[in-house]
């Protein structure tokens, strides 16, 4: 098959789009590598992990707890959020009536469109003290949480709201003839058919979890320990980075960098993680 | 394949070519460097900006690596002016000194509070995590909430400094960022107590919110005592040169001590001081 001229031309365009998106991405890695080499030469990367805290200035280098705080917020979001997510989005497809479904759907892009460190100001004047008469401090694993899953929710919402009204009508029409109930044509057809759907929007919502930085830096306690429970406070990665950036100096800088890369890592291994997941499902 | 291969390489060739021929070239230009402090490092490169403004021709070059290095830089003239967020010691009296601001801390509690003051022995054992309740310094049968700095900022430094603490020592419950951050989180907890810049804390508290300002040593903590260096917690912004200042050296710390920059140094809630 020949191309056209204006084919051709727009090929071109594209590749060199395509090119300049991946050599921004490597030319990130490389300078995160650049920045944070002055420090891996002099200490073995060991150290990021066996260290007996963080206190950079002092010469100690432990990420772990950091490491684990992310992954305990991202996962935890996650958990609440999807199921309301995916709630919401089938109440708003199948049994809201029409108007008050074009009035919802509107609210939950407007929950979407709320910069994060309004969030993070409500969580820390509001949710912090609510949950520090629980159990003190307040800020904690625990708001973090919290604060995170209203943030992804509308994520969830959304692109599953989507995906649910991307199925066929036909296969609406054929539930219908064969008289199925409003539920078994949810659980048997519609969620089936979302299925790449509900996968696609937890996944962006967890990578938006992860990549929060303001909302949490500010309800979330920023102590670089192992938390024990919900209501330790925690210090997630990117939280890492803005609380230290602006005053770092010298070998505690290029540990920041180091943090960078290790989120980096982390990201790197759930895009592999969805890949591997999304290959495995499409065979079913 | 091979095409396109190449045609990134190019990219990748052209693109470092612009990054390093962007660089200026101009050598005209009269460049002044300050080297030190990080406590200054922000004011110091506020108040550059302002100046060239003022100057076209003159580049000012702000440089961290701390108070001692600012000192040595200036004694071995490697920069213009040298910049120390303390006064001179004995055997550095042979370098000029100009103050152009104050930086005082102030400890602050919740509004809700029933403590009216702590001496320093208390503050050290709360934060040591030695005292954990407010019944042990007289107040309600509370757990204290250590709120402390993040590493890196000067705040930290200069409460460590004066407390004669490690920071690996310290156990905090909360860490903070900005001096915001702090006064919002001791104002929404009230068994917390951390510590702020004395202005910021002065001036949230006159604009309502929940927190008060600890007295240190008897002397109330407010801009004022700062400014007459009564308060103990307190530190002064110096400018350093090996020599009486000249030229472009001497017009900087003119205009860094004249009235036309306190807007700059209380935006970073540093006290100005009365020439």
Same mark, same amino acid.
Request: glycine residues 8%; without cysteine.
């Given at each position: 098959?020949?191309?056209?001229?204006?084919?051709?031309? *727009? %090929? =071109?365009?594209? $590749?060199?789009?395509?090119? &300049?998106? !991946?050599? +921004?991405?490597?030319?990130?890695?490389? #300078?995160?590598?650049?920045?944070?080499?002055?420090?891996?030469?002099?200490?073995?990367?060991?150290?990021?992990?066996?260290?007996?805290?963080?206190?950079?200035?002092?010469?100690?280098?432990?990420?772990?707890?950091?490491?684990?705080?992310?992954?305990?917020?991202?996962?935890?979001?996650?958990?609440?959020?999807?199921?309301?997510?995916?709630?919401?989005?089938?109440?708003?497809?199948?049994?809201?009536?029409?108007? *008050? %479904? =074009?009035?919802? $759907?509107?609210?939950?892009? &407007?929950? !979407?469109? +709320?910069?994060?460190?309004?969030?993070? #100001?409500?969580?820390?004047?509001?949710?912090?003290?609510?949950?520090?008469?629980?159990?003190?401090?307040?800020?904690?694993?625990?708001?973090?949480?919290?604060?995170?899953?209203?943030?992804?929710?509308?994520?969830?919402?959304?692109?599953?709201?989507?995906?649910?009204?991307?199925?066929?009508?036909?296969?609406?029409?054929?539930?219908?003839?064969?008289?199925?109930?409003?539920?078994?044509?949810?659980?048997?057809?519609?969620?089936?058919?979302? $299925?790449?759907?509900?996968?696609?929007?937890?996944?962006?919502?967890?990578?938006?979890?992860?990549?929060?930085?303001?909302?949490?830096?500010?309800?979330?306690?920023?102590?670089?320990?192992?938390?024990?429970?919900?209501?330790?406070?925690?210090?997630?990665?990117?939280?890492?980075?803005?609380?230290?950036?602006?005053?770092?100096?010298?070998?505690?800088?290029?540990?920041?960098?180091?943090?960078?890369?290790?989120?980096?890592?982390?990201?790197?291994?759930?895009?592999?993680?969805?890949?591997?997941?999304?290959?495995?499902?499409?065979?079913? | 394949?091979?095409?396109?291969?190449?045609?990134?390489?190019?990219?990748?060739?052209?693109?470092?070519?612009?990054?390093?021929?962007?660089?200026?070239?101009?050598?005209?230009?009269?460049?002044?460097?300050?080297?030190?402090?990080?406590?200054?490092?922000?004011?110091?490169?506020?108040?550059?900006?302002?100046?060239?403004?003022?100057?076209?021709?003159?580049?000012?070059?702000?440089?961290?690596?701390?108070?001692?290095?600012?000192?040595?830089?200036?004694?071995?003239?490697?920069?213009?002016?040298?910049?120390?967020?303390?006064?001179?010691?004995?055997?550095?009296?042979?370098?000029?000194?100009?103050?152009?601001?104050?930086?005082?801390?102030?400890?602050?509690?919740?509004?809700?509070?029933?403590?009216?003051?702590?001496?320093?022995?208390?503050?050290?054992?709360?934060?040591?995590?030695?005292?954990?309740?407010?019944?042990?310094?007289?107040?309600?049968?509370?757990?204290?909430?250590?709120?402390?700095?993040?590493?890196?900022?000067?705040?930290?430094?200069?409460?460590?400094?004066?407390?004669?603490?490690?920071?690996?020592?310290?156990?905090?419950?909360?860490?903070?960022?900005?001096?915001?951050?702090?006064?919002?989180?001791?104002?929404?907890?009230?068994?917390?107590?951390?510590?702020?810049?004395?202005?910021?804390?002065?001036?949230?508290?006159?604009?309502?919110?929940?927190?008060?300002?600890?007295?240190?040593?008897?002397?109330?903590?407010?801009?004022?005592?700062?400014?007459?260096?009564?308060?103990?917690?307190?530190?002064?912004?110096?400018?350093?040169?090996?020599?009486?200042?000249?030229?472009?050296?001497?017009?900087?710390?003119?205009?860094?001590?004249?009235?036309?920059?306190?807007?700059?140094?209380?935006?970073?809630?540093?006290?100005?001081?009365?020439?």
């Amino acid at each position: 098959m020949s191309l056209s001229n204006t084919d051709r031309q *727009l %090929a =071109a365009l594209l $590749r060199v789009g395509a090119l &300049l998106a !991946a050599v +921004i991405v490597l030319l990130i890695l490389w #300078f995160l590598f650049k920045e944070s080499w002055a420090l891996l030469r002099q200490v073995t990367w060991t150290r990021f992990f066996t260290d007996a805290s963080w206190h950079p200035v002092a010469g100690l280098y432990r990420i772990t707890p950091m490491l684990s705080a992310t992954l305990y917020a991202t996962l935890g979001a996650v958990l609440l959020a999807a199921p309301l997510g995916i709630a919401s989005a089938l109440f708003n497809q199948y049994y809201a009536p029409p108007l *008050l %479904a =074009a009035v919802y $759907r509107r609210l939950i892009g &407007l929950l !979407a469109g +709320i910069p994060s460190v309004v969030y993070g #100001f409500w969580g820390l004047t509001t949710l912090a003290p609510l949950i520090g008469r629980l159990h003190p401090p307040g800020v904690s694993l625990l708001t973090g949480i919290l604060i995170l899953t209203l943030m992804i929710l509308p994520t969830v919402a959304l692109t599953v709201d989507a995906a649910l009204a991307a199925v066929p009508v036909a296969s609406i029409r054929s539930a219908a003839a064969l008289g199925l109930s409003r539920w078994g044509f949810i659980s048997g057809v519609a969620l089936p058919t979302a $299925r790449s759907g509900l996968a696609s929007g937890t996944l962006l919502a967890a990578g938006r979890a992860i990549g929060e930085t303001m909302a949490v830096l500010m309800v979330a306690g920023n102590v670089a320990g192992q938390p024990h429970s919900l209501f330790d406070p925690v210090r997630t990665l990117t939280a890492n980075i803005a609380l230290e950036m602006a005053y770092a100096t010298g070998d505690h800088r290029a540990a920041l960098f180091v943090s960078g890369l290790v989120l980096m890592g982390m990201v790197l291994v759930l895009v592999g993680v969805a890949e591997w997941f999304g290959k495995e499902r499409s065979y079913v | 394949m091979k095409k396109w291969g190449l045609a990134a390489v190019l990219i990748l060739m052209i693109g470092t070519a612009v990054f390093l021929l962007s660089k200026p070239a101009d050598t005209k230009i009269d460049k002044l460097v300050l080297t030190g402090s990080s406590t200054i490092a922000p004011l110091a490169a506020e108040i550059g900006k302002r100046f060239e403004s003022l100057h076209s021709n003159v580049r000012v070059d702000v440089q961290t690596g701390g108070s001692s290095r600012g000192v040595s830089d200036a004694k071995a003239g490697l920069a213009d002016i040298g910049m120390a967020s303390r006064a001179l010691k004995d055997d550095e009296k042979d370098l000029h000194s100009f103050t152009i601001a104050l930086d005082g801390i102030s400890m602050i509690l919740n509004r809700a509070n029933a403590v009216a003051a702590l001496d320093k022995q208390q503050i050290t054992a709360i934060y040591t995590g030695k005292i954990t309740n407010w019944k042990d310094v007289g107040g309600n049968d509370a757990p204290i909430t250590v709120v402390n700095k993040a590493e890196g900022r000067s705040t930290l430094e200069l409460f460590l400094h004066y407390f004669g603490l490690k920071n690996t020592d310290v156990k905090p419950h909360v860490i903070i960022g900005d001096n915001q951050q702090g006064i919002k989180t001791v104002a929404g907890n009230p068994d917390a107590i951390g510590y702020v810049s004395v202005g910021a804390a002065e001036y949230e508290a006159s604009q309502g919110a929940a927190i008060k300002l600890l007295p240190l040593d008897g002397i109330v903590a407010s801009v004022a005592t700062v400014r007459d260096r009564s308060f103990p917690l307190s530190r002064p912004l110096n400018l350093l040169t090996r020599n009486g200042p000249t030229g472009l050296a001497k017009a900087f710390i003119e205009f860094a001590t004249s009235p036309q920059v306190h807007d700059l140094i209380e935006a970073e809630y540093f006290v100005p001081v009365q020439h």
